[in-house]
């Protein structure tokens, strides 16, 4: 089987590395990849939203398989487009990829079938919504209706910054929902569908501030471990019990049967596990603390999704824990200098059997390997503990020469 993975960040290199090992695997392509992937694939100069670009390297290469990484190609419609051109895709199509495109459409999905959520409002209009927030008073959480990068979501503790971030959040779009916040411990959890039945994966935790205990802004994530201590076996049945089944049986419902990974981004509250939002694709960077503990073919188990036979499927795990420490140029989130060279990487990894480092932002000029993005290397550990897994990521994370980079040193404090 020929297959080509989509995007270009350390999600994508653990996803060609899981596939690689796959004996169903014949050829791996990546577009457009980086320099970790292109150990593992041939990588095509392709951007991952070039709808057209995809399917004429599709054709060129024989593809049979397709795996969407990021959230963008898959609001556009890539899967439909592959589809059609009798091209078999993992991910949901257009209008099932609506969970995470638009968030005004999954909170009003949760409150027509009953999946507990925040209670939020909907807003099409700013002065609207600022009517809303003097009434009703805050704090209230401002989010973008589409897609911001993860950009798109304040939680402003007063009327006057509420009011601000209404109309900054409409930057990514006219539409936006507020919601009241929830109360508890902030989880991941992951399912395969196949339209109808889904199959639960595994749970994380991440970073998503820069700095150490959780501080300053928001970024893509920082780091991740996985399994999350908090999200117990119970609270898990209670997730697939009441929301990741009733949504995949709304969706069926409302004509937009979901095919894919659905990630739920969960808070657990006194009252049960509420849902916060859905995406549509793996994680970055849960994907790699994911994938680590798989003992089982991941490819089948994405050809099945798409296939639609699930049912019955089963995936073995490794008892230990992964966590991933994030290696970020300087600067970021914000703007980052590029160029930056990388050295002693593999050194670093050949230290350490349990430990595994897949590229998020990086290239190849001439011999030397070099920064190329905000979230540039990702350093994965396994082992018995949370404590012994971010001893082995660090231990590693000491060992790669980049100056010009840096790291939370505290990734994995809520499980300790």
């Keep these: 089987m020929r297959v080509l993975v989509v995007g270009s960040g350390g999600r994508e290199h653990a996803l060609c590395w899981s596939i690689a090992a796959s004996p169903l695997c014949d050829a791996l392509f990546c577009a457009p990849g980086n320099a970790g992937i292109a150990e593992e694939a041939i990588c095509a100069d392709v951007a991952a939203n070039d709808i057209d670009g995809l399917l004429a390297l599709c054709r060129a290469e024989r593809i049979d398989f397709v795996v969407v990484g990021p959230e963008t190609p898959l609001v556009l419609g890539l899967v439909d487009r592959l589809e059609s051109q009798g091209i078999a895709a993992f991910g949901p199509t257009a209008a099932a990829a609506a969970l995470e495109g638009s968030k005004g459409f999954t909170k009003e999905l949760c409150a027509k079938y009953g999946i507990p959520t925040a209670p939020f409002r909907r807003f099409h209009d700013a002065g609207a919504a600022k009517d809303y927030v003097r009434q009703r008073g805050v704090p209230l959480v401002v989010k973008a209706d589409g897609l911001a990068a993860g950009k798109g979501v304040t939680v402003p503790q007063d009327i006057p910054a509420t009011l601000a971030a209404i109309d900054l959040t409409q930057r990514f779009g006219a539409d936006f929902v507020l919601e009241e916040i929830l109360i508890g411990e902030e989880a991941s959890f992951f399912a395969l569908v196949d339209g109808k039945d889904a199959l639960p994966l595994a749970s994380a935790q991440d970073h998503k501030r820069v700095g150490e205990g959780d501080t300053g802004p928001n970024t893509g994530g920082m780091g991740a ?166 001893a082995r990521a660090y231990a590693v994370v000491d060992r790669i020469q980049w100056p010009e980079g840096f790291c939370r040193r505290d990734i994995g404090w809520r499980a300790l």
């Design 225 to 390: 471990y996985s399994p999350a201590p908090c999200l117990t076996p119970a609270l898990e049945e209670q997730v697939m019990a009441r929301i990741i089944k009733p949504t995949v049986a709304a969706m069926a419902a409302e004509g937009r049967p979901y095919k894919g990974v659905l990630y739920a981004g969960l808070m657990l509250t006194e009252e049960g596990a509420q849902l916060i939002e859905y995406n549509v694709r793996f994680g970055d960077p849960e994907c790699q603390v994911l994938l680590p503990r798989l003992k089982s073919d991941l490819l089948p188990a994405l050809i099945a999704a798409r296939d639609g036979v699930l049912e019955n499927f089963d995936l073995r795990w490794h008892e230990e824990f992964a966590l991933c420490v994030v290696l970020a140029a300087k600067g970021y989130p914000g703007e980052v200098a590029r160029g930056s060279e990388i050295c002693g990487l593999a050194e670093a990894a050949a230290c350490d059997p349990l430990v595994q480092i897949f590229h998020a932002g990086t290239k190849r000029i001439g011999d030397k390997l070099v920064a190329d993005g905000g979230r540039v290397l990702n350093v994965v550990a396994r082992g018995k503990t949370v404590a012994e897994a971010q």
